[in-house]
């Protein structure tokens, strides 16, 4: 199957720090990759959506000049969380498809950021 | 109003038992629709797409039902291993955009 790897695993940084968060396809060219924000037993949530080589596309109520998405290769997508905050803790989860309507997505295995 | 609801649970099930809950969504565009399992601190894994026909899958079986908008789950036998959330998804067919619900939480136990 598709194997989506995210790095890091887990970071821990000061409020007032910017964190980048790669993700990455290792077997397959993703035209497309998704950001998903995951707070403490609740659900995932849909941060934005990035085709390789244009502007994401973020969802509403998502700041985009604070969650900065780069794809620019179809195996690389990555997302910069500028200015950390306490609040900005979350698990982030990207995931990654072929292209295509309907075409099944595959989700790294997340990033854990806690910002003290 | 969410735009995919579920019931939290826990479900506390026998092992061995039969289990079943459902999930409804109020989007009645869309396209696709899908079973994830998530573990503790663990990235979603695909469970089962579900088709309007239903669809099972060794213990699992889907149901879908588009005029009154939910999707079910069945899991028979149940076994400790199943103990996990499932995630019901909604997909729209533009974008592939995937809507998630909040999940339920299936505890099986001896």
């Known amino acids: 199957g598709a194997v989506v790897s995210q790095h890091p695993s887990r970071v821990i940084c000061k409020s007032g720090t910017s964190v980048k968060i790669e993700c990455r396809s290792l077997d397959f060219q993703a035209t497309t990759m998704f950001w998903y924000r995951q707070f403490p037993k609740k659900s995932l949530m849909l941060m934005a959506t990035?085709?390789?080589?244009?502007?994401?596309?973020?969802e509403q109520g998502v700041e985009k000049d604070k969650f900065l998405i780069n794809h620019a290769s179809l195996t690389l997508s990555t997302l910069t969380v500028t200015s950390a905050h306490p609040e900005d803790s979350s698990f982030y989860i990207c995931?990654?498809?072929?292209?295509?309507?309907?075409?099944?997505?595959?989700f790294g295995p997340g990033t854990r950021l806690t910002v003290l | 109003r969410k735009e995919v609801e579920q019931d939290p649970g826990p479900f506390n099930v026998p092992e061995g038992a039969t289990v079943a809950f459902n999930c409804t969504y109020s989007?009645?565009?869309?396209?696709?629709f899908f079973w994830y399992r998530q573990d503790c601190r663990k990235e979603p894994k695909l469970l089962m797409s579900v088709y309007s026909s239903g669809n099972e899958d060794g213990r699992f079986t889907a149901q879908l039902n588009r005029a009154s908008q939910y999707i079910s789950l069945l899991i028979r036998d149940s076994k400790l291993s199943d103990s996990a959330t499932y995630l019901c998804?909604?997909?729209?067919?533009?974008?592939?955009?995937?809507?998630f619900g909040g999940g339920t939480r299936v505890l099986v136990k001896p």
């Open positions: 989007n009645s565009a869309s396209q696709s």
């Open positions: 998804v909604v997909g729209e067919a533009a974008g592939n955009k995937l809507t």
């Open positions: 990035s085709n390789e080589g244009s502007k994401a596309t973020y």
């Open positions: 995931s990654a498809s072929g292209g295509g309507a309907m075409d099944e997505q595959f």
